[in-house]
């Protein structure tokens, strides 16, 4: 069994984001980055699958520049197998990133790609599905459980949607994306660090792959959102509800 | 300009207030930007429901009756929506972002190759679109290039259509092919609530990791949110900590609210929750730090030990009803 888990390098989601000035983007200085966290979790799903199994790879698979080998080393000491970095300088929309990823399994031809439901940078929640229509393939995602059938030739999926949990089941090859509560991701041991120095992560510049990447989705200026006036603090439950009545008028 | 099509998401046969917010949002870029506003009905014996979306005020509602859209799978409505795209000069496709919406519009966008923008919350006359980024601390203004538009709506940025008129309906048939359709439905398992839904609620009372158990949001939340005839949410730390269900997350990655009033309980505030609620009328918070970041978009904030003063709040809501 073959897995191939997209790795996406983002600002630490505990960082506070902030607009530059001119509204050309966010202020970058001093950002930390990390592996998008919905992907970490995609990571630890692929490597439960493969140690369930007794067998299968596990490889990662980042697009961006060279600095985007620290989220793909981060998920090899995990446990991940090997990686590849497809090298790209430009700014891509999710279907930029979906044709490029298309290309990927073409050539690594996996049984299941597994994602991040969404990345907590651009908050597109696309990639996934878009890769699926590309490739045709079936799709699950918003994932909380994951089970392959007992002859390894499906999946069956449970999703978390609005109102409950639905369930769905499909043949191989699909793509599955992560959701919060689909595991909790293992901390790299340090053996692991020191077997991942020796894992291949092998870079592919995009403009090998014959793809049309030309972003449709353009951001043209950022703008920080509307300040919220602090509020009043109240010293009681009594002052709390008799000011939500009679000033807010809400109850 | 060409035609606007609204996906029109049923849920049971019936149309949920988020596909009310979805075909505002297409008549207002029918005004904005031109073109007329079509609903797309998907699904198996709907008639009924077609007939109910073409009271919204549309120009024409198109109705997908198929044993095959029976039930919601991406492969199949991916294929159905792309047909209707191509076969209406349709120039712009649009859904709110619920789970349904948030899963098909990139499948349905790949298929025709153009690209999409998520959570929209504002559709310019220039036909540009404001959408957020970074859990909402920057909103983007993007454009979208190609022969047709795909947009998910934030159901908190748009009202919800009103009943106006009486559309026409027209059947469609449309060849859904099997090898298009690999994905099977095998259950649905309900959250069960006699609760108002999270996100069409007037009011929602939030807990977070400050509940510290499960039971506690039984013991203590439970009772004010049914004071209030609210509908109960959690931060992601109360739902990472299994305390709740995910499908109670407010936040960057759950759910987004703006309710008229919303109480946040025990909650310290992180980015990503502040992400999901702080469009809010107005923002309740009791959390026994006085430095916790939710008291900086808190209209009225109250330092306490929530253990004292859920019960107090209870009972306070309950005699001021009475």
């Known amino acids: ?251 | 300009m060409g035609n606007i099509l609204v996906f029109a998401e049923q849920q049971k046969g019936k149309l949920p207030k988020t596909t009310l917010i979805a075909l505002q949002a297409g008549k207002e870029a029918a005004q904005k930007l031109g073109g007329s506003c079509f609903a797309a009905v998907l699904g198996a014996g709907i008639d009924a429901l077609a007939h109910e979306t073409a009271k919204y005020g549309v120009a024409k509602v198109l109705v997908v009756d198929d044993p095959a859209l029976a039930h919601y799978l991406a492969d199949a409505y991916a294929v159905a929506l792309e047909q209707l795209v191509k076969a209406h000069d349709v120039s712009l496709l649009l859904a709110t972002s619920t789970s349904v919406g948030k899963d098909l519009l990139p499948r349905v966008a790949a298929r025709l190759g153009v690209g999409m923008a998520s959570d929209v919350i504002a559709i310019n006359e220039d036909g540009t679109f404001k959408r957020p980024m970074y859990a909402g601390n920057a909103i983007a203004t993007v454009s979208l290039t190609g022969r047709v538009k795909v947009i998910s709506v934030r159901g908190t940025a748009f009202d919800a259509a009103q009943p106006d008129g009486q559309a026409p309906v027209e059947r469609v048939r449309l060849a859904i092919e099997d090898a298009a359709r690999k994905m099977q439905f095998v259950e649905f398992s309900e959250t069960k609530s006699d609760r108002p839904t999270l996100t069409e609620a007037r009011i929602v009372v939030s807990g977070g990791r400050g509940l510290k158990s499960g039971e506690n949001f039984t013991t203590y939340l439970e009772p004010l949110v049914d004071a209030l005839g609210a509908a109960m949410g959690a931060s992601r730390a109360a739902v990472d900590a299994g305390f709740v269900p995910n499908d109670l997350q407010v936040g960057q990655t759950g759910k987004v609210v703006a309710p008229e009033l919303y109480f946040a309980i025990g909650i310290s505030g992180a980015i990503q929750h502040l992400a999901g609620m702080k469009d809010s009328k107005i923002i309740v918070a009791i959390n026994k730090d006085p430095e916790a970041p939710i008291f900086n978009v808190a209209d009225y904030g109250l330092v306490a030990d929530l253990f004292k003063a859920v019960p107090e709040l209870t009972e306070e809501i309950k005699k001021l009803k009475a």
Not at chain 1, 118 to 142: E, K, S, V
Not at chain 1, 182 to 194: H, V, W
């Open chain 1, 1 to 251: 069994m073959k897995l191939l888990v997209t790795v996406k390098r983002v600002p630490d989601p505990e960082t506070t984001i902030r607009v530059k000035p001119d509204g050309s983007g966010i202020v970058t200085d001093n950002i930390k980055y990390v592996i998008n966290p919905f992907d970490e979790i995609a990571i630890e799903e692929a490597l439960r699958v493969k140690e369930k199994l007794g067998q299968g790879e596990v490889v990662l698979v980042s697009i961006g520049t060279k600095v985007a080998s620290e989220q793909l080393r981060t998920g090899l000491a995990m446990g991940a197998d090997r990686a590849i970095l497809v090298l790209c300088e430009q700014e891509l929309d999710s279907l930029g990133v979906a044709r490029i990823l298309a290309k990927i399994v073409e050539k690594e031809t996996p049984d299941l790609v597994l994602m991040g439901k969404q990345a907590i940078d651009d908050d597109a929640n696309q990639a996934g599905q878009m890769l699926a229509a590309l490739l045709n393939w079936p799709q699950a995602t918003f994932a909380s459980k994951v089970e392959l059938t007992a002859d390894q030739k499906a999946v069956q999926v449970v999703r978390e949607v609005d109102g409950g949990l639905e369930t769905v089941l499909f043949p191989l090859p699909g793509i599955i994306t992560a959701d919060l509560r689909l595991n909790e991701p293992r901390y790299a041991s340090l053996p692991g660090i020191m077997k991942a120095r020796k894992k291949e992560i092998k870079e592919i510049p995009a403009t090998e792959l014959g793809v049309d990447i030309t972003p449709l989705l353009k951001v043209h200026k950022m703008d920080p959102p509307a300040k919220k006036e602090a509020g009043k603090r109240v010293e009681s439950v009594q002052e709390l509800v008799h000011l939500l009545h009679t000033e807010a008028k809400v109850i």
